[in-house]
Structures are given as structure tokens and as C-alpha cells.
């Protein structure tokens, strides 16, 4: 049975400048939050919240519970092994901070305690323009192409399942779409949701340093979604091996096709499954029939 919770007075809304100007809000859902410390410390990420395009709260799931143990997990309908993550912390956890501007989070004196009201059976609308996303290995593939679609929200919401398994319907009446970031298996989201997280802040204008680059990343439309060739910097020579003359030529125009067959080839030998859906020129299949390569019909 639960424990009655005391309901204070709505607590004001940290909702820092930072947040609101952002060009994507996140909003994590996770029993470990100090897991993204070290990850959202660094680099690009840290950089783009530095530079107010993005911005992200974590919510300890655990805050929401109400019971004097703040159990968030029971064990699973049918025996077996493993515990689930209940519901209704997760379901109380979205839906108290999604029916609030970006940027806010739950004092931390009002964790367990004095939550805002929420009624257990009747779910509040939440905003539609905001994706709700279990990371979980029952999901889709993420690929580039769900990352470019996601970028286009100014807020996601993303849930963080440990490995065992969550509750099923957290992902039928509360998730809005289920993502896992490939065929294997990890102790639970939260490193998923980071890799999300950077996949995503990578195609927010300005975070990298040089605007082309996000473009001509590997799987990005800009390479028509190829590979990258290789690439080389100084010293010329380093342990016998040479950099390729062509990038020393100076010459613009052979570089660059030179640059496109490396891609083309790379691609033929490491993923060709990648060419089925590749962009190609007639001058790439051209090039690609040389190498033995023909279309699926
Ligand atoms: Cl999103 N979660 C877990 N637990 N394992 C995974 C995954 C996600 N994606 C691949 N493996």
C-alpha cells in the first residue's frame, strides 16, 4: 500500500533562460543520473550547453516514488527472473515534468515527499510536439536518418529501462516511440540515451566548430549515405607508410573524386548493404561496376 504524500503548492519552475532559448531540450528519465556526469562533461556536448543550444534535466525516477522504501522496481507478472520497472513512478515522472516548461525540475526537497498532485488513473494530455522515447533493446534501429527526424523537435523526452525490463505499458500508453542503438545487449539505457543525446547535438547549428563537418560525417545525406574514405594528416611518412599523393596535388576537383571512390570502395567492402540506399551518381555507379558491384534489381 502506499504511503500518503503530503501535496504542497506547485514549486516554481527553475525555468533558466538557458533552457528556453535552446534549440533542443532534453529531459532524461533515469534511476542514475550521475551516470551522464562524466559523458555530459566533455567536449561537444558540454560545449553546446556552454553555448546555450542545448540544454537537458535529469530526472531521478526514483524521486517519484512514495513509498517509504522508494521502490521502483517489482518482480515480474508470470514468475521468471529479473525485476520490472513499475509503472507509476515512470508515468509520474513524465507526466509531472512534461506538463511544465522546459527547463524545470523537481526540488530537490520535494523528492518522495511533497510531489506535485498527479492523478494515478487519469492520464493528463501531454504536449504532443514533445517525443516521449524508451530507450530499450525491443526497439527500433536508431539509424542517422531517425536521428535527422528527431532533431527537428525542440524537446524530447527520454526514458532510461534497465536491462530486465520495463513495465510493458510504459511503452504502449506513455512512450511514443521505442529506439535501441544496436543488436546487443546493455545493463540499461542511460548509455543509449547518451549516445542519443550526442548523435542529436552534433546537427544542432554551431556545435561543431566547422559547419561542414556534420554534413560529411559517415551515414549523413551529405556523403549520400557512404562511408568515409580514409584520412591523413602529418607527418607525411610514418612507419613506412606514406600519405597518398593525390591529397598533396593541390588539385580541388581530383581530390574530391578521389575522395568519392575511397568512400564508394570502402563502403562496397565494409557495408555494401549501405549502397542498396545510397545516392548515386551515374559517374558512382560507373565506378562501382568496375569493382564487380551491381544494384539489386
Ligand atoms: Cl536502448 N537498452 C539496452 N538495455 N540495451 C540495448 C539498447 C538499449 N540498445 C541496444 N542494446
Known amino acids: ?74 518482480t515480474p507478472y508470470g514468475g521468471g527472473g529479473g525485476m520490472i520497472m513499475k509503472p507509476q513512478p515512470i508515468f509520474r515522472a513524465i507526466e509531472t515534468v512534461l506538463s511544465r516548461p522546459a ?29 516521449v ?60 540515451a547518451m549516445v542519443l543525446v550526442d548523435a542529436l547535438t552534433r546537427l544542432v547549428p554551431g556545435a561543431l566548430g566547422h559547419c561542414l563537418a556534420a554534413h560529411q560525417d559517415s551515414h549523413s545525406p551529405g556523403l549520400g549515405g557512404l562511408l568515409e574514405g580514409p584520412h591523413y594528416t602529418r607527418p607525411l611518412t610514418f612507419r613506412q607508410e606514406t600519405a597518398p599523393e593525390i591529397l598533396l596535388s593541390g588539385h580541388h576537383a581530383q581530390v574530391h573524386q578521389w575522395r568519392r571512390e575511397q568512400a564508394l570502395a570502402r563502403t562496397l567492402v565494409r557495408r555494401p548493404d549501405l549502397l542498396e540506399s545510397a545516392a548515386l551518381s551515374a559517374t558512382d555507379l560507373a565506378f562501382l561496376r568496375r569493382l564487380g558491384w551491381e544494384p539489386k534489381a
Do not use: K
Open 1 to 74: 500500500m502506499q504511503t500518503p504524500h503530503v501535496v504542497t503548492d506547485d514549486a516554481p519552475a527553475l525555468q533558466t533562460d538557458e533552457a528556453t532559448a535552446s534549440r533542443i531540450h532534453f529531459d532524461i528519465f533515469t534511476l542514475f543520473p550521475q551516470m551522464f556526469s562524466g559523458p555530459f562533461d566533455e567536449s561537444i556536448i558540454q560545449r553546446a550547453r556552454a553555448n546555450g543550444l542545448i540544454s537537458w534535466a535529469l530526472h531521478n525516477i526514483r524521486d517519484y516514488t512514495t513509498d517509504r522504501h522508494h521502490v521502483c522496481d517489482d
Open 103 to 131: 527547463g524545470w525540475v523537481l526540488p530537490a526537497e520535494a523528492a518522495y515527499v511533497s510531489l506535485p498532485p498527479w492523478e494515478a488513473e487519469a492520464p493528463p494530455s501531454l504536449p504532443p510536439a514533445v517525443p
Open 133 to 192: 522515447i524508451l530507450l530499450s533493446p525491443q526497439g527500433r534501429l536508431l539509424n542517422q536518418q531517425i536521428v535527422l527526424e528527431l532533431s527537428q523537435y525542440r524537446r524530447l523526452a527520454l526514458i532510461c529501462g534497465r536491462y530486465e525490463g520495463v513495465d510493458e505499458r510504459v511503452a504502449s500508453r506513455l512512450a511514443t516511440d521505442e529506439l535501441s542503438i544496436g543488436d546487443y545487449v546493455l545493463s540499461g539505457g542511460e548509455l543509449a
